[in-house]
């Protein structure tokens, strides 16, 4: 009698065990690769940028908010520097910063790819004229205006996210950088 409850127990743990293995396995195809370290980048970002933000605010007195659209001015004049430094020398090497998890960090794949630009304008001239636009918006006090484009630059970095992590399978660090800006942009207005 024992040896027959011993034995039903025994295969209920080996049928427990393939399911937990099965649904494991399942959940590791759902989630790509990179998205751990996106997250962890991004999350960094979001802190470091913060901060930033706010000991300027303590320091020298600008509202976080025009510190953030100035950042994402820099960022996207830069990546629109990179992007011409790539069409005009293939060879060109973007410097790696290394805060993109050092291996997965590919700038190069990233602006080079089809999610790079919208009808042949990158995205980061679209991201330049959406920040000074943002930051006039805010300085002229058109609240409306200015949260209507701090939406659509959150739902543009979701979907290039996105990308990034499963199509493309590379991270860029600024564009995780603008994404993590888009999102403090968007919690500066909603406040």
């Given amino acids: 009698m024992t040896g027959a409850i011993s034995r039903r127990v025994r295969e209920r743990e080996v049928r427990r065990q393939l399911l937990h293995n099965r649904l494991r396995k399942a959940t590791v195809r759902l989630v790509p690769a990179l998205l751990p370290e996106f997250l962890k980048v991004a999350t960094a970002s979001l802190i470091g940028l913060w901060i930033i933000a706010e000991l300027l605010a303590h320091i020298s007195g600008p509202r976080p908010l025009y510190t953030l659209t100035v950042l994402g001015l820099v960022y996207s004049l830069q990546v629109t520097y990179y992007r011409y430094r790539l069409s005009a020398d293939s060879g060109y090497r973007i410097p790696k910063c290394n805060c993109a998890g050092g291996g997965n960090g590919d700038t190069e794949t990233v602006l080079r790819s089809r999610h790079g630009a919208v009808l042949r304008i990158p995205n980061s001239v679209l991201g330049a004229a959406l920040y000074s636009a943002l930051f006039v918006f805010v300085y002229v006090n058109d609240r409306d205006a200015a949260l209507l484009l701090a939406i659509l630059a ?23 950088n603008v994404a993590a800006l888009n999102v403090l942009i968007l919690l500066q207005l909603v406040r």
Avoid: E, F, R
């Avoid at 959150?154 to 995780?176: D, E, H, N, R």
């Fill in 154 to 176: 959150v739902l543009g970095s979701l979907y290039l996210s996105y990308a990034m992590v499963v199509k493309i399978t590379s991270l860029c660090a600024t564009c995780i």
